[in-house]
T-cell receptor, first 111, second 115 residues
Framework: DAKTTQPTSMDCAEGRAANLPCNHS???????VYWYRQIHSQGPQYIIHGLKNNETNEMASLIITEDRKSSTLILPHATLRDTAVYYC????????????FGKGTHLIIQP | DTAVSQTPKYLVTQMGNDKSIKCEQNLGHDTMYWYKQDSKKFLKIMFSYNNKELIINETVPNRFSPKSPDKAHLNLHINSLELGDSAVYFC??????????????FGPGTRLTVL
């Protein structure tokens, strides 16, 4: 699986959009970008994934650059409950192997 | 209506003991996983089971053994517990190879403390 680089921590004001970047310059053509988050003392939670097109669901939007070397997770209206560690994971889809988590970004939503 | 459940939530035990952590999923998934999150918060895959067959066994001591009585359960047995085994253990499930593959659902975790 390709390696990812994320900022260690970020702050965002409540009600504003939180934009979390992820670099994955060594991504290969068949690898997808996945985002998970882990709220304190809970298990990780799936957010969204994509291959090359931008994706949106009820939780977030995923913007992938045209060269696919980086992506941004957008939480459109952050709330205090969005404070968590966010993990960007790049992997080939369909495998039965486990997820490889990096250090992630600790997003702190400020009131 | 819990999707992935684990028991117990907390487990405190002495070094050298043998313990088990249970995991159950009611999502109809065919693959289950165990992850370990240490005190530095690094989350690492330990095992995955697909249709009762062990798919991956990372560099985990053989004191750890997953046991799957059926597709809905994957229990983790740990023999001769050591101080370094203290961590939070997460169970997860997913559908390997399907249209929504790689979306894994995690349990609430079991905090194991070895004294």
């Amino acid at each position: 699986d390709a390696k990812t680089t994320q900022p260690t921590s970020m702050d965002c004001a409540e009600g504003r959009a939180a934009n979390l970047p992820c670099n994955h310059s060594t991504i290969s053509g068949n690898e997808y970008v996945y985002w998970y988050r882990q709220i304190h003392s809970q298990g990780p939670q799936y957010i969204i994934h994509g291959l090359k097109n931008n994706e949106t669901n009820e939780m977030a939007s995923l913007i992938i650059t045209e060269d696919r070397k980086s992506s941004t997770l957008i939480l459109p209206h952050a709330t205090l409950r969005d404070t968590a560690v966010y993990y960007c994971i790049v992997r080939v889809r369909g495998g039965a192997d486990g997820l490889t988590f990096g250090k992630g970004t600790h997003l702190i939503i400020q009131p | 209506d819990t999707a992935v459940s684990q028991t117990p939530k907390y487990l405190v035990t002495q070094m050298g003991n043998d313990k088990s952590i249970k995991c159950e999923q009611n999502l109809g998934h065919d693959t289950m996983y165990w992850y370990k999150q240490d005190s530095k918060k690094f989350l690492k895959i330990m095992f995955s089971y697909n249709n009762k067959e062990l798919i991956i066994n990372e560099t985990v001591p053989n004191r750890f053994s997953p046991k799957s009585p059926d597709k809905a359960h994957l229990n983790l047995h740990i023999n001769s517990l050591e101080l370094g085994d203290s961590a939070v253990y997460f169970c997860a499930s997913g559908l390997a190879g399907g249209p929504s593959s790689d979306t894994q659902y995690f349990g609430p975790g079991t905090r194991l403390t070895v004294l």
